[in-house]
Structures are given as C-alpha cells and as structure tokens.
T-cell receptor
Framework: DTAVSQTPKYLVTQMGNDKSIKCEQN?????MYWYKQDSKKFLKIMFS???????INETVPNRFSPKSPDKAHLNLHINSLELGDSAVYFC???????????FGDGTRLSIL | EDKVVQSPLSLVVHEGDTVTLNCSYE??????LLWYKQEKKAPTFLFML????IEKKSGRLSSILDKKELFSILNITATQTGDSAVYLC???????????FGTGTSLTVIP
C-alpha cells in the first residue's frame, strides 16, 4: 500500500563504485522527482521528470542520471561514487508539476 | 538567486505552548509556497499557499502567506510531543518543476 517506495533503504559502498536506487509510485502521478538531503536536513532537488520532460538541476554532476522505464518508476543511477555523495536521497511524486509531492522514506547512502 | 530562509533554526517548547515558524523567500515569478513536516523519514505535506491573506487550517496547525512582504508563517497551538519534527518550507516559481526548500526548523516539544 506504500504510495512511493524506494529501495534499498540503506546503501553502504566504496568510493568509485556505481550504484542504483529504485523508486516506484502507485498513485498514478505524472511527475516524479529525486532530492538529495544533506546532514543539515537541507533538501535540494536533483531532477524532475514526467513523460515529456526531464528537468535537470544544473548543479547536479553528470555522474547522476535518472532512468524512467515507465510513468510509475524513476530510478537513480550514480557512477563513480564520491565521499560527498553521502546523503539521504528521496524520491517523490506529484499529480502534476505544480502540486504537492508525496515523498518516499529515503535511501541513506554512505560512501566509505 | 532564488532562496528560502526559515527561522528559527531550532526551537524547544513545552507541551501546550504555541509556536510560530517563519519562512521568508526570494523567488522570481512566485507560484506557491508549501509546508512539510519531516519526522524520522519522509516529509509529509501540510499546506500549499498561493494567495496572500488566506489562512489555511488543519486542526491545531494553520498557515498564512504574505506575498507583498514575501513570507509565510506556520502556527501550531497547544503543542504536543507528536509535533516534534523538522518543518520544511518550499517555494515553487512559475516556470518548470523546480522547488526550493529552506533548511527547516527543528521543533522539539517537551512533555
């Protein structure tokens, strides 16, 4: 019954590795997002995506790439992980791009 | 550069107190301001404000927007320990799907 679900909940890996985080929403929403939340609880949008448009925050390194196999899924792939990538990553969705978002429970990524 | 500033950064109160959380913003072509509550995991939506002077209310929580002075407040009356959380303010401009979040206010309610 979870509206926005992310896997895994925790991800511990070494610098230089490539990893993916999966996100699925069962709300029938058209728009999905990825956010990064740092240790100070600051949430920063990384991507927003609907069937027609991918909007990338220009500050996001190109090591991060969103992949959407269909409207209900938006996965996040990260290449060559760095120490500064350690954070909690939240997936979210909304009915349209100007509506409130429903967030997943987050994936805590720790880079060793 | 667009930005959102929340104050105070943290707040400790006793049960039954009333608190006011502040959010000021500088955003080009404002569309909406949203409040979220974040406990241990996912932020959960509280209010979305688009018009000045119209109070949104849900139980003991209420919020209002001032588009002239570019700020919003979130009020919580008769606080309970379950109100302990980080309260996040986000602002959306009129273009694209961008949302700018503040750093949040951490509220702790002591029994």
């Amino acid at each position: 019954d979870t509206a926005v679900s992310q896997t895994p909940k925790y991800l511990v890996t070494q610098m230089g590795n490539d990893k993916s985080i999966k996100c699925e929403q069962n709300l029938g929403h058209d728009t999905m997002y990825w956010y990064k939340q740092d240790s100070k609880k600051f949430l920063k949008i990384m991507f927003s995506y609907n069937n027609k448009e991918l909007i990338i925050n220009e500050t996001v390194p190109n090591r991060f790439s969103p992949k959407s196999p269909d409207k209900a899924h938006l996965n996040l792939h990260i290449n060559s992980l760095e120490l500064g990538d350690s954070a909690v990553y939240f997936c979210a969705s909304s009915f349209k791009g100007d509506q409130p978002q429903h967030f997943g429970d987050g994936t805590r990524l720790s880079i060793l | 550069e667009d930005k959102v500033v929340q104050s105070p950064l943290s707040l400790v109160v006793h049960e039954g107190d009333t608190v006011t959380l502040n959010c000021s913003y500088e955003v080009t072509n404002f569309r909406s301001l949203l409040w979220y509550k974040q406990e241990k995991k996912a932020p959960t939506f509280l209010f979305m404000l688009t018009s000045s002077g119209i109070e949104k209310k849900s139980g003991r929580l209420s919020s209002i927007l001032d588009k002239k002075e570019l700020f919003s407040i979130l009020n919580i009356t008769a606080t309970q320990t379950g109100d302990s959380a980080v309260y996040l303010c986000a602002v959306q401009p009129n273009t694209g799907n961008q949302f700018y979040f503040g750093t949040g206010t951490s509220l702790t309610v002591i029994p």
